[in-house]
Every structure is written in C-alpha cells, then in structure tokens.
C-alpha cells in the first residue's frame, strides 16, 4: 500500500499514520520529522532549513523533494509507505509522480483528514511530543500516564517551536495557500479518500480503517 496523508497542521496526521502504518506494515515517512531530526542533530541540511520551520514557511522543494523521495527507495520491496506532511506544493506532487513511474508504482490513495481550524488551534496549544520517538499527546486529551513523560520510551516530552501561536496562524496560511489545491488534483485522478478527522483519536481511526478496507481490496 502506498498511502499519502494531507490534512492542516494540527489534523492528526500523525497520530493516525502511526497506527495505520502499524497495521498495515507500511513505513511512515514524515517530512516534519525528518527535518526535526536533522535540526536537532545540528547536521548541515538541520542549519540549512531550521529558520523556515521556526517562521512556519515551507522548506524549498528542491531540499524538501531530496529529503523524502530519497528515503522511499529504503521501503521498496517492502509493504510500502505511508507518506506524512509530503507532497506539500504542485511542484512536490509532480516529483513524487515521477519517483512512482520511475519504479513502475502507483498510489493506492491520498487520506485527506478533514479539521476545522478553531479545533486545530486547540489541538496544537496541547500538543507535547517525545523528542526521542516522536509521539505526540495532548495535555488535556492523549495525556501521558506519567505528566510529562512519553508513555513508550519514557522520555520527557517537548514543545514543539513551531506551536507558538503567531507561528502556528502563518504554518495554517501556509497551508491554505500552497497545499490546499493539491485536494483538487487528487480528487480529480479520483484518489482523494476524506476522512472526518473530528471526534477522539480512536473514533477517527475507526473511521479511517474501515475506508481503507476499499483501498486494501484495490
Ligand atoms: P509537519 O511536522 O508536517 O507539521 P504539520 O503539517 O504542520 O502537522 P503537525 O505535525 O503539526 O500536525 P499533525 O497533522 O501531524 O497532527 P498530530 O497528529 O501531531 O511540518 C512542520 C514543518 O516542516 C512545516 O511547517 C514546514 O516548515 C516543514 N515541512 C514539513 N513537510 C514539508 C514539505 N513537504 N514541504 C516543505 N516544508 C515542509 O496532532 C496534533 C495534536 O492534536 C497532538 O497534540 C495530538 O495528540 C492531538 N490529537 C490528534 N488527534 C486528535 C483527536 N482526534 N482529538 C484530540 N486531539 C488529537
Ligand atoms: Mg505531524
């Protein structure tokens, strides 16, 4: 299965791309991850992109499409990917066309997880990862069991920096500007699967498995 995830900042993304690439076995490849990692391990590309992830701005395609693609190529052979934050911009989607055909693959379905944005700013406020695993919790709705501390590897959990609330408005006017017309032209190949992302996280889950048992089926 190869599976894309679009939604705004904030929409579960995450949170459901774990647990559907645990079931299905796929690789989760998130583009906000990789480049978290890279920041954080003060590596040469982490300089070259941390101020357009603290400002809430897209990291340049060229950088961006190098970055992801470059790793889909470790999950060839395997059950597939699972493709989280990526494509983000026209540009990207039409990279990610051709890495495909160059491997004679297709995409099974683009996951459009659909959230208001008065529920996101609420989401975001809450949000707590683990710098080590990359779990994400929610102060008031997926606390850990143990304040402050990742429930799998038991890591104090973090902030993220781009959660400040001037820098999560300009990461939602990003999001409007150049990602929302990718929903059209996927739709338009008749691949875009929406998903209500309100509710709890299992509730949402639920509802995402039991889409995807027609994308199992093809
Ligand atoms: P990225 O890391 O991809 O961030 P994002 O798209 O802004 O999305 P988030 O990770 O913030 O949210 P999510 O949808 O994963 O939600 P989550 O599951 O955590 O990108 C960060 C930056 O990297 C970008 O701004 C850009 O600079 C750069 N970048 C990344 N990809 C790029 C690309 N392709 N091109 C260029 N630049 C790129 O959930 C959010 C919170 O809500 C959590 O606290 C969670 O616990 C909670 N929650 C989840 N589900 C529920 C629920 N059902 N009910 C209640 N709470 C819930
Ligand atoms: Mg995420």
Redesign the pocket.
């Known amino acids: 299965m190869r599976l894309v995830f679009m939604?705004?900042?904030?929409?579960?993304?995450?949170?459901?791309?774990k647990a559907v690439a645990e079931k299905y076995g796929v690789t989760h490849v998130?583009?906000?991850?990789i480049?978290?990692t890279e920041i954080a391990g003060n590596t040469e590309l982490g300089g070259q992109?941390k101020a357009?992830?603290d400002s809430?701005?897209?990291?340049p395609?060229e950088i961006?499409v190098k970055a992801?693609v470059g790793r889909l190529g470790a999950a060839r052979g395997a059950d597939g990917w699972l493709l989280?934050?990526?494509?983000?911009?026209q540009a990207?989607a039409e990279a990610l066309d051709e890495a495909l055909e160059d491997d004679g693959e297709k995409l099974s379905a683009v996951i459009y997880?659909e959230v208001d944005t008065e529920i996101i700013v609420k989401?975001?406020a809450?949000?707590?990862?683990c710098p080590n695993c990359g779990r994400?919790?929610?102060t008031e709705?997926?606390p850990p069991k143990v304040e402050g501390t990742c429930d799998a590897c038991g890591t104090r959990l973090i902030t993220?920096d781009?959660?400040k609330p001037e820098t999560v408005r300009q990461?939602l006017a990003?999001?409007q500007q150049a990602t929302t017309p990718l929903i059209e032209y996927y739709d338009r190949r008749g691949l875009l699967i929406r998903t209500d992302?309100?509710?709890?996280?299992d509730?949402?889950r639920a509802r995402l498995f039991e889409q995807l048992k027609e994308v199992e089926c093809g």
């Open positions: 939604g705004p900042p904030g929409a579960g993304k995450g949170t459901q791309a998130s583009s906000g991850d480049f978290r992109i357009y992830l809430g701005a897209l990291v395609d961006t992801v989280d934050g990526f494509p983000r911009t990207q997880l989401r975001m809450g949000r707590r990862v994400s919790y929610h709705h997926i993220r781009d959660d990461r990003t999001y992302g309100t509710g709890t996280p509730q949402v």
